[in-house]
């Protein structure tokens, strides 16, 4: 017995020393410490009470915890109380805005946990007064997104209401505003304000630095802060514009060890609103204030640059566009360069520069950037062919400036003078001088075959006549085998003559209606025999009026043609001749394509020369079977005959793959008279 009480003795003993230790360590701690029963406060320590500026006796007489609570954060704090209680924690941590006995809000942090005291649960923590570091941590957030729309804000006027709001999370800026300062035309004026008394923010001229609070931030050159007494008595001395303030702060925006303006706020209704730390953050927001100003009128200078840029690049007469060498591609291009070439600016981005050019151009363009990259210098303008979008060729002549970086050949600027008109009539007047020639030499040929023809024809009847005559007495096989080749050569001098006579005959064309489909189809009738074993396709369009045209020199043209292709196809396994017809742009047309043997390249150019000729002896490539000869003078007939009645001829030719000539002549419209 004497034990058990010797044991419970000593047991008080240590409990209640152990309540010492507690009490003097809870006595002195720098953090808030509570114990709770039954949600009220049974325990709180002097710091406890001192962060939310109540005695000890005024916090263990509140009802509740919720009490010091905000009541924005009240279901915060509830539901953490409710985890708790209901065990579904034993530990918490969390944080909470609080209010001060003075109404002031604070901002702590709870470490709570239950325990058993004195036989019963018991809720326990410890709690911080973050308020200071909370604060901080709301300027530096303010000033982080001060500076990040310095970089993002497209607009001053736009940057200025960002800082403003920036600026209201961290301190009162009801009263606020922005001024810039001209020291040299003293001028002053507010491009930002926002003021709950006074609505007179107009620009000043003659400013003197004396006559204001703004002014005396700029003589100063140093952030200000100016309480109550301070503002009357400089009141009193003129010293301040517009309604009188109890409190007022500024600081100088200064940018390269030049004041242009001060940021400033004001209230009207607590004349303790503002600390020297307010200042401080103050100062700090003009720095970046000043280099948002001097960052944005960079810009804004740099825009106006572009801007005229921009206006003569989209308006010069002449195209300009500009490459990146090293990627291929086009970075821009204006609005005279789309319309030479029919490309849109959108589509001009996914074109390679090289492929603008004709093959030759292309070699040229190649060949000049080699040299450059050398370091070889080629100024001057350089002819080049571009290729539009739709096919056609444009003679362009090009002023390059050329972009190096670190001794590298990386872009060009070009500026791009349409040649075409010039180049066309330059060579329009050349071939004005070949046509000119080309008919002085015609004539001379007409006049000779005019001279020669009818003699000529006389010998060779003479001829032909007294070869009949001994063909019919000839016995000798041999002889006879002659004399037919001599009737036969006769034969084609007579046509030969024919033919050159047709050319040089140079009559007026007589011109009636007739349908082109049956003048085909005749003509295909009178060639029927030399067509046999040709496949003949022939894809009449409907709805072809009448063409108005000589119809003797259509069917010799339809005959020279046809025959062309009979003999060009004389050596192919299955020989076809296709034949067309169409209406189109209110003119006939008809197409003569066969699959023969095409015509070299090198002589494409020769074809409509008079006596010129790739049958016979001149057939150096094979193309035709023996014994087909030609006269030289079908394709010039043709394309005289076609010209008369004021069409055209196009053709195109692939050697070893066959021929297309495309004949288009006008429909006439008859006129009241006529019908």
């Known amino acids: 017995m004497h034990d058990n009480h010797q044991a419970n003795k ?368 080629l100024a001057g303008n350089v002819e080049y062919n571009i290729i539009k979008k739709n096919g056609q060729k444009l003679c362009v002549l090009l002023n390059n400036d050329f972009i190096y970086k670190n001794g590298k050949l990386t872009g060009a600027r070009c500026v791009v003078h349409d040649m075409t008109e010039l180049k066309n009539a330059e060579e329009e007047k050349i071939k004005a001088q070949k046509r000119a020639g080309e008919n002085e030499k015609m004539a001379l040929v007409g006049q000779i075959a005019g001279k020669i023809a009818h003699d000529f024809n006389n010998m060779l009847t003479i001829i032909m006549g007294n070869i009949d005559l001994a063909l019919m007495d000839c016995k000798d096989a041999a002889l006879k085998k002659t004399l037919e080749l001599v009737y036969k050569e006769t034969m084609r001098g007579k046509h030969l003559t024919k033919n050159l006579v047709a050319f040089a005959r140079d009559q007026e064309p007589r011109q009636e209606f007739f349908r082109i489909n049956e003048k085909i189809d005749l003509v295909i009738n009178l060639l029927k025999r030399d067509l046999e074993g040709i496949e003949i396709i022939r894809e009449y369009k409907t709805g072809v009026p009448e063409l108005f045209a000589d119809p003797g020199m259509i069917g010799n043209a339809l005959i020279n043609l046809i025959q062309n292709s009979i003999h060009a196809i004389s050596m192919v396994e299955h020989p076809r001749i296709t034949i067309k017809t169409d209406y189109l742009d209110n003119n006939i047309c008809f197409e003569i394509e066969d699959n023969g043997c095409g015509i070299p390249k090198e002589q494409l150019k020769n074809i409509f020369i008079p006596s010129f000729t790739l049958k016979g002896d001149k057939d150096a490539t094979g193309s035709y079977k023996t014994g087909i000869k030609g006269v030289g003078y079908g394709l010039s007939n043709v394309k005289k005959y076609i010209e008369q009645n004021h069409g055209n001829i196009f053709f195109k030719s692939v050697f070893g793959s066959g021929t297309k000539f495309t004949i288009s002549l006008p429909v006439k419209e008859l006129t009241e008279e006529e019908k």
């Open 10 to 377: 000593l047991a008080k003993m240590g409990l209640k020393e152990s309540e010492e230790i507690f009490h003097s360590f809870s006595e002195q701690s720098l953090v808030g410490i509570y114990l709770m029963q039954d949600g009220r406060f049974v325990y709180v320590n002097p710091k406890f009470a001192d962060i939310f500026g109540y005695t000890i006796e005024e916090c263990l007489n509140k009802t509740h915890f919720r009490e010091f609570v905000h009541p924005d954060d009240l279901a915060l704090v509830e539901e953490q109380i409710r985890r708790r209680e209901a065990g579904e924690v034993t530990f918490l941590q969390y944080g909470f805005r609080g209010v001060k006995k003075n109404g002031a809000i604070i901002h702590v942090e709870i470490y709570g946990s239950t325990i058993l005291y004195k036989g019963r649960t018991t809720a326990t923590g410890t709690m911080l007064d973050v308020t200071d570091r909370r604060h901080a941590e709301e300027i530096n957030k303010a000033l982080f997104n001060i500076s990040n729309a310095v970089s993002t804000t497209p607009n001053l006027e736009d940057l200025y209401v960002s800082i403003h709001n920036s600026l209201g999370n961290i301190m009162d800026v009801t009263n606020f505003f922005i001024a810039l300062v001209d020291i040299k035309e003293c001028t002053l004026n507010f491009p930002y304000h926002v003021d709950t008394v006074d609505d007179d923010f107009s620009s000043i001229t003659n400013f003197n630095m004396t006559d204001s609070l703004t002014g005396l931030v700029v003589s100063q050159r140093s952030p200000v802060l100016m309480k109550k007494k301070q503002l009357e008595k400089r009141a009193s001395q003129k010293g301040v514009w517009g309604s009188l303030p109890l409190i007022w702060m500024g600081a100088p925006l200064i940018l390269k060890d030049e004041v242009i303006g001060v940021v400033a706020a004001q209230s009207y209704l607590d004349p303790n609103l503002y600390t020297e730390q307010d200042l401080q953050i103050l100062s700090m927001v003009s720095d970046q204030i000043a280099i948002a100003i001097d960052h944005k009128r960079t810009q804004d200078a740099l825009l106006e640059s572009e801007e005229k840029y921009r206006h003569i690049f989209q308006n010069a007469p002449a195209g300009i566009y500009e490459i990146d060498l090293v990627k291929g591609k086009f970075i821009n291009v204006n609005e005279a360069m789309c319309k030479y070439t029919g490309y849109s600016e959108e589509e001009f981005l996914f074109i390679n520069p090289l492929d603008l050019l004709t093959e030759d151009s292309k070699n040229l363009y190649i060949g000049r950037l080699e040299k450059l990259s050398t370091g070889e210098n």
